[in-house]
C-alpha cells in the first residue's frame, strides 16, 4: 500500500511539523510529508524542512486576495495528492473555498481544551482565568476559528507558579504526541464525523 500523504501548513516555528515528520520518519507514523507551505518566506519551520529535503514551498500572500492566495495553496496540495492537510502553527484562516475543497481532510491542532481559550495566546488566556487544568486540542477545521469537530484532546495541569512559558512548553510537550496519533487515526478511517462529535472507531487508541 502507498503511503498516506500528508501537506503540512506552517508559518513558525515549526516543532509540531518536526515532531510529525520525525514520527513518519521512524515509521511510527505510517505517512509520507508530501509537502510543506509557508506565507512566511523566513518561517524556522520551513527551513526545517528544506534541511530534511522535504518539498517545501513559500506562497507569498502579498497582493492576494484570502481566496486568490488559497487558490494557489489548494493547487499545491492537490498537485501533491495529498491525503489530510496539518495546519502546525499556521497563521492564516482558511478561506470557506479552501475548506470546501478538503472536507473532513484537514486537521489543526490548538494549545488549550477547546472550547475554551480559542484565538491566540491560549496558554496566557488560561493562566489569567485561573483554571487548573488545561491542554491541547487536535480538531477539524470549518470555517470559524478553533471551532471544528474534536478528535483528541489531552489533559496539561496549571502548577503553582507557573509562567506562560513554563506552561507553553509543558503543553507543547503534549501536542507532539498527540497531533501524529490524531493523523494516525484519521488516515486509518477510523474517525467517523457526526455533527460536532467525532467517533473513533478503535480501543487501541486513547489519549493519554
Ligand atoms: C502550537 O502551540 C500550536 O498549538 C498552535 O501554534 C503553535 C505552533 O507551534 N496552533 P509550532 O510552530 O508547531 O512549534
Given amino acids: 500500500m502507498p503511503k498516506k500523504k500528508l501537506g503540512i501548513l506552517l508559518s513558525g516555528r515549526g516543532s509540531n511539523f518536526e515532531a510529525i515528520a520525525d514520527n513518519a520518519e521512524k515509521e511510527v507514523l505510517d505517512a509520507e510529508i508530501a509537502i510543506v507551505i509557508s506565507n512566511v518566506a523566513d518561517a524556522r519551520g520551513l527551513e526545517v524542512a528544506r534541511r530534511r529535503n522535504l518539498n517545501a514551498c513559500f506562497v507569498d500572500p502579498r ?84 471551532s471544528g469537530p474534536i478528535v483528541l484532546q489531552a489533559t496539561v495541569p496549571v502548577e503553582e507558579g507557573d509562567t506562560e512559558e513554563l506552561l507553553a512548553r509543558r503543553i507543547l510537550r503534549e501536542e507532539h504526541r498527540l497531533y501524529s496519533k490524531a493523523i494516525a487515526l484519521v488516515l486509518e478511517g477510523l474517525c467517523e464525523v457526526e455533527g460536532r462529535s467525532v467517533h473513533i472507531h478503535s480501543s487501541s487508541v486513547n489519549a493519554d
Avoid: W
Fill in 63 to 146: 497582493g492576494k486576495s484570502r481566496e486568490e492566495y488559497d487558490r494557489e495553496v489548494v493547487a499545491l496540495l492537490t498537485k501533491s495528492k495529498v491525503d489530510l492537510i496539518c495546519l502546525a502553527g499556521y497563521m492564516r484562516i482558511l478561506s470557506p473555498y479552501f475548506i470546501q475543497q478538503f472536507p473532513s481532510r484537514i486537521l489543526n491542532i490548538h494549545p488549550a481544551l477547546l472550547p475554551a481559550f480559542k484565538g491566540l495566546d491560549a496558554q496566557k488566556q488560561a493562566l489569567e482565568y485561573g483554571v487548573k487544568v488545561t491542554g491541547c486540542t487536535v480538531h477539524f477545521v470549518d470555517e470559524g476559528v478553533d
